[in-house]
């Protein structure tokens, strides 16, 4: 017993780093908590609360259900397609990108690539939009080409890794049985690649969803556009079957993504 | 229907069948080996047909409406912009972008604070092997799923018309988005932890809090700190454009100045911004490399 207590209280206790850390976490809320300044509601504001909450419940069923252009099914579908062909875009634009920043391709040139791939990667997205609107103006197509060139950072970030680390003994071997350049591509690269790279893609569109579906805010298509009208109009009741939509088709999603990319890891 | 759906179902199984015999081949041992069947051209071709449905529902469509020339000649629009951003770039405008950036980092810190302190209880309740056989972590996770559903700005819009405009609904968006998301990875990693200590603990008598206190706790502190750093730089890019819906932070003057295409102004936030999160994001890969 007498042993267990000393090796109790010889325990490691670590008082200066973690004085330190609750100082500096201390410090920072307490320099940063002057941005909750509670602006009190605003003139109808419990009202618009409680409406927003009947409406949850309640939401304009003719608008749920309505497979015109207006329905809510439709704006769902358009939103999935912005998040599928921007994906499919940003898929393809990487490439190039993956390919001048790959370190065993350019060796050290590969500070310009990274510099723009970094840059694209904390864009603030829908700064992207309105430049986008100003080509193809307000419209899915505008969406479809922020997300395709959003995507671009997180996909080429991906295909660098892999192009760095490519198994150069598979191809050796395949080199010598005799293997075409054809068979060396597909029996010796592509395996490799595929499931790592489905993954991502993967990951990358369940995040696109969830960005197209707010991008309609600046105009570029997707459930986002019906949400905030009806919200600036106060017809609660639709943007509470906007809302829903929302919640159903990102929850889908999320567990199709989840399951897909489950199996592709576990091969 | 039945007929019809039996009738598909068999015609695949034929197809299968007769493609079987492609794939077997005889070894010179007199042995036949039968390649597995890859459902791979099935998936590529269902997607071949997804996309082709939405090209045309986004794609040709536009085009239909505008013509494609008309593309083509409002796509130098998108360089001008890049090109005037770089040429026009208006340094005195720096002192402007000073008061929001910092509105919008103490947004992200704050908001990140609360949330994943509100966090920790929650997951408990989520966690099944905490809770043990109850209805409890079921319903949680529901609910949990259903709040997650939405980003950071759908939750500022909808505040924003309950409180007017402000940071405050900028902290309560990022509040409720980092609760979401800090909740899921701890209840994830509460129930894949060695439960053998758990156990022992409550063998002696002590409550569930005190023995959460005493075995779970140690085992998730490090992953709960990192879970925190990687919410953080999520919410700073994510704080970063409330301000579209009133909510605050740099996102404000940032929508104000592209209104005004006043762009050598809009380069100077994008670069402050951009060099912020640079810098919050190595800071926190470093801690949290140092956590692991």
Request: aromatic share 12%; glycine share 8%.
């Amino acid at each position: 017993m007498q042993t267990v207590l000393q090796a109790y209280e010889a325990r490691p206790r670590h008082t200066v780093r973690n004085v330190l850390v609750a100082s500096v976490i201390l410090f920072l809320t307490i320099w940063s908590s002057d941005v909750i300044n509670y602006p009190g509601l605003s003139d109808n504001g419990i009202e618009i609360a409680r409406n927003i909450f009947r409406a949850l419940y309640n939401p304009t069923w003719s608008l749920v259900f309505s497979l015109g252009v207006d329905g809510i099914p439709f704006l769902m579908f358009e939103t999935l397609g912005i998040a599928f062909l921007g994906t499919l875009l940003g898929a393809l634009l990487s490439v190039p990108f993956a390919f001048l920043t790959a370190r065993n391709i350019v060796g050290k040139f590969n500070i310009i690539g990274n510099t723009v791939i970094t840059t694209i990667r904390s864009f603030p997205f829908f700064l992207m939009a309105l430049m986008f609107v100003r080509v193809s103006g307000p419209g899915a197509m505008t969406g479809v080409l922020t997300i395709g060139v959003l995507s671009i950072g997180m996909i080429s970030k991906l295909y660098i890794e892999v192009i760095e680390d490519i198994d150069p003994g598979i191809l050796m071997s395949l080199d010598a049985l005799g293997a075409t350049k054809y068979q060396k591509i597909r029996y010796g690269i592509i395996p490799q690649l595929t499931a790592s790279i489905l993954s991502v893609v993967i990951y990358r569109f369940e995040i696109n969803v969830k960005n197209a579906t707010v991008l309609g805010i600046v105009g570029a298509g997707g459930i986002g556009v019906t949400l905030l009208t009806a919200m600036t109009a106060g017809r609660w009741r639709d943007a509470s079957a906007a809302l829903w939509g929302i919640i159903i088709v990102v929850l889908v999603v999320d567990y199709f993504s989840t399951k897909l990319r489950r199996r592709l890891v576990n091969g | 229907m039945k007929t019809l759906c039996s009738k598909i179902s068999n015609f695949i199984k034929d197809l299968i069948k007769r493609n079987q015999r492609y794939r077997t081949s005889e070894l010179s041992d007199g042995t036949n080996i039968t390649r597995p069947f890859s459902y791979a051209i099935v998936i590529f071709s269902l997607v071949l047909i997804v996309f082709i449905y939405f090209w045309n529902m986004i794609i040709t469509d536009f085009f239909n409406r505008f013509g494609f020339s008309f593309f083509v000649s409002r796509v130098p629009n998108f360089f001008t912009i890049i090109q005037k951003m770089v040429v026009q770039v208006n340094w005195s405008y720096f002192s402007n972008v000073v008061s929001p950036l910092v509105d919008t980092i103490q947004i992200s810190i704050i908001g990140t604070l609360v949330g994943s302190l509100l966090a920790l209880p929650v997951a408990i309740l989520a966690s099944q092997n905490i809770m043990g056989k109850s209805y409890i972590p079921g319903i949680t996770k529901f609910f949990l799923s259903i709040i997650r559903t939405f980003p950071t700005l759908v939750y500022a819009l909808i505040f924003s018309f309950i409180f007017g405009y402000g940071t405050f609904i900028g902290v309560l968006a990022t509040v409720i988005f980092t609760f979401s998301i800090v909740t899921k990875m701890l209840y994830e990693i509460i129930e894949a932890i060695d439960m053998g200590a758990f156990i022992a603990i409550e063998a002696t008598g002590a409550t569930k809090l005190q023995a959460f206190r005493a075995a779970v706790m140690p085992q998730i502190i490090g992953r709960y700190y990192s879970i925190i750093l990687y919410n953080f730089e999520i919410n700073l890019r994510a704080s970063a454009i409330l301000g579209f819906v009133n909510a605050g932070g740099i996102g404000i003057i940032m929508n104000d100045q592209m209104a005004l295409q006043k762009y050598g102004n809009v380069a100077v936030i994008v670069l402050a911004l951009l060099i912020v999160v640079i810098i919050v994001q190595n800071l926190s890969q470093y801690l949290r490399r140092r956590l692991s």
